[in-house]
Antibody, heavy 126, light 107 residues
Framework: EMQLLESGGGLVQPGGSLRLSCAAS????????MSWVRQAPGKGLEWVSS????????YYADSVKGRFTISRDNSKSTLYLQMNSLRAEDTAVYYC???????????????????WGQGTRVTVSS | DIQMTQSPSTLSASVGDRVTITCRAS??????LAWYQQKPGKGPKLLIY???NLQSGVPSRFSGSGSGTEFTLTISSVQPDDFATYYC?????????FGPGTKVDIK
């Protein structure tokens, strides 16, 4: 059974750092693009970042560009999100999502979010 | 960025009702549109991709249509398990963007 399990969330002060992980199982991890999507308390969904199956192609929302880094370790079937210079507005539940194929290029079937994890909560507050 | 809007924001329905949710894009996205269902405390679930394709395992009472800038999600006969929030999302262009959501609750 396909499973995505996020971890690494918690309470951090403004300006601090966190690294989120998403452990994948039940499918060939390297064969799929992966993404992070967040949801602020009581709000809607916001795309954060995507990465191709090879790890070569990466994409970021302007709101996190230069502060967040998406990466993956295909040998460990794990997706990461390194979050630096955190702000109060980064407070959210962070979900990892699996694509339908290996590439993360827009306007392709591969990039739609086919399967989601349960999320990990990040709170940025002093 | 492509802006996505949804209407209505809240919809009250009874079991067995036909429900339609509309999603509009600020510019053409061809048919690169997905619909997701989210229940409280859970991650979203893909229902429809490429505007009208039913994801495997999703009941056939869900259907999607549209292209360009206007799209609809229809539930032909709402069931108790369908009371949730529904989001549309464009994946035509980065940054990918979601609609604000439509909450379907019990009348």
């Amino acid at each position: 059974e396909m499973q995505l399990l996020e971890s690494g969330g918690g309470l951090v002060q403004p300006g601090g750092s966190l690294r989120l992980s998403c452990a994948a199982s039940g499918f060939t991890f390297s064969g799929y693009a992966m993404s992070w999507v967040r949801q602020a308390p009581g709000k809607g969904l916001e795309w954060v970042s995507s990465i191709s199956g090879t790890g070569i192609g990466t994409y970021y929302a302007d709101s996190v560009k230069g502060r967040f880094t998406i990466s993956r370790d295909n040998s460990k079937s794990t997706l990461y999100l390194q979050m630096n210079s955190l702000r109060a507005e980064d407070t959210a539940v962070y979900y990892c999502a699996k694509g339908a194929g290996v590439i993360a290029v827009a306007a392709t079937p591969d990039v739609v979010f086919h399967h989601w994890g349960q999320g990990t909560r990040v709170t940025v507050s002093s | 960025d492509i802006q996505m809007t949804q209407s209505p924001s809240t919809l009250s329905a009874s079991v067995g009702d036909r429900v339609t949710i509309t999603c509009r894009a600020s510019q053409s996205i061809s048919d690169w549109l997905a619909w997701y269902q989210q229940k409280p405390g859970k991650g979203p679930k893909l229902l429809i991709y490429k505007a009208s394709n039913l994801q495997s395992g999703v009941p056939s009472r869900f259907s999607g249509s549209g292209s360009g800038t206007e799209f609809t999600l229809t539930i032909s006969s709402v069931q108790p398990d369908d009371f949730a929030t529904y989001y549309c999302q464009q994946y035509n262009t980065y940054p990918f963007t979601f609609g604000p959501g439509t909450k379907v609750d019990i009348k």
